[in-house]
C-alpha cells in the first residue's frame, strides 16, 4: 500500500505539468491565430469597402475571448447608416470576404442612423455586441437563425427576445430610393431575402457574430472589449 501511493504522489507533480502546459498551449494557439487573422484587414482591402480598421481590431479582441468552433466572423456596423452594405461577413482562415450587404437595426434605435440599444424585451431595439450562431428554423420568415447573446446586460436576452437573422422584404435597394433608408425589424439583424439562405448556411453552427456602434457605454463597459 504504501509503494501505491508513493507511485501516485511521484507521477502526480508530472500529471499537473502537463495539464498546465496544455493549457498554455491552447492559449498560444488562440492568440497566434488571432495574430494571423490580423492581416486579413488589409489583404480583402476592408477599409476600402467602408469597414474601419478599428472596428475589425474590436471583432478580434473580442474573439479571443471565447473558443468560437468556425472561423466565420460577421460584423454589423451600425456606426453605418443602413443605406450602406455594413453587414461583413469573413472567413478568416481562408481570408475570403463571403458577403458584404444590407442589415437592418431595430425600429426604435433609429431611422436612417441606429443611436440608441436596448436588451429588453419588446423594446424594438438593436443589441449590441458578440453573438454566437446556433442552429436553424422555420419561421414566419422562412429559414431563420438562432443567436445566442454573449454579454451580459448587453445582449444576453437576445434568445428569449427571439433576436434572429432572417430575411425581410424591407432590406432592399428598392426601399431605400424610396425613403432613403431601409425598413427596421423588430430588434433582428434582417437582411435581404436573395442572400438570407445562403448567408445563414454560411454562419450557422457556431461562428461569430458582432453588432458593433461606437456607444460609449458599451465600449466602456464591454467585457469583451477589455
Known amino acids: 500500500m504504501k509503494k501505491a501511493l508513493l507511485f501516485i504522489f511521484a507521477i502526480l507533480p508530472l500529471s499537473l505539468a502537463s495539464i498546465g502546459t496544455t493549457v498554455k498551449h491552447t492559449s498560444h494557439s488562440t492568440l497566434n491565430r488571432t495574430s494571423l487573422w490580423?492581416?486579413?484587414?488589409?489583404?480583402?482591402?476592408?477599409?476600402?469597402n467602408g469597414l474601419r480598421?478599428?472596428?475589425?481590431?474590436?471583432?478580434?479582441?473580442?474573439?479571443q475571448?471565447?473558443?468560437?468552433?468556425?472561423?466565420?466572423?460577421?460584423?454589423?456596423?451600425?456606426?453605418?447608416?443602413?443605406?450602406k452594405k455594413r453587414l461583413y461577413v469573413?472567413?478568416?482562415?481562408?481570408?475570403?470576404?463571403?458577403?458584404?450587404?444590407?442589415?437592418?437595426?431595430?425600429?426604435?434605435?433609429?431611422e436612417?442612423?441606429?443611436?440608441?440599444?436596448?436588451?429588453?424585451?419588446?423594446?424594438?431595439?438593436?443589441?449590441?455586441?458578440f453573438y454566437?450562431?446556433?442552429?436553424?428554423?422555420?419561421?414566419?420568415?422562412?429559414?431563420?437563425?438562432?443567436?445566442?447573446g454573449l454579454e451580459r446586460g448587453f445582449n444576453d436576452n437576445a434568445f428569449s427576445r427571439a433576436i434572429v437573422i432572417h430575411?425581410?422584404?424591407?432590406?432592399?435597394?428598392?426601399?431605400?430610393?424610396?425613403?432613403?433608408?431601409?425598413?427596421?425589424?423588430?430588434?433582428c439583424p434582417a437582411v435581404e431575402n436573395a442572400l438570407s439562405k445562403d448567408i445563414i448556411q454560411?454562419?450557422?453552427?457556431?461562428?461569430?457574430?458582432?453588432?458593433?456602434s461606437p456607444n460609449k457605454n458599451y465600449l466602456q463597459k464591454s467585457s469583451f472589449l477589455l
Do not use: W
Open 65 to 83: 475571448k471565447t473558443n468560437f468552433p468556425k472561423s466565420v466572423l460577421s460584423i454589423v456596423d451600425l456606426s453605418q447608416p443602413s443605406s
Open 112 to 129: 436612417l442612423m441606429a443611436a440608441t440599444f436596448s436588451n429588453t424585451h419588446s423594446s424594438y431595439q438593436s443589441s449590441l455586441g
Open 167 to 187: 430575411g425581410a422584404d424591407y432590406v432592399c435597394e428598392d426601399f431605400i430610393r424610396r425613403t432613403g433608408r431601409l425598413g427596421r425589424s423588430q430588434g
Open 38 to 48: 490580423s492581416g486579413v484587414y488589409d489583404d480583402l482591402k476592408l477599409d476600402s
Open 132 to 148: 454566437q450562431t446556433l442552429g436553424t428554423y422555420q419561421g414566419k420568415h422562412g429559414l431563420s437563425l438562432q443567436l445566442k
Open 53 to 63: 480598421r478599428e472596428v475589425f481590431e474590436y471583432a478580434l479582441r473580442g474573439l
Open 202 to 212: 454560411a454562419i450557422k453552427g457556431g461562428s461569430c457574430l458582432f453588432v458593433f
Open 90 to 110: 469573413i472567413d478568416l482562415d481562408t481570408r475570403r470576404l463571403l458577403f458584404q450587404t444590407y442589415v437592418a437595426h431595430g425600429r426604435n434605435s433609429g
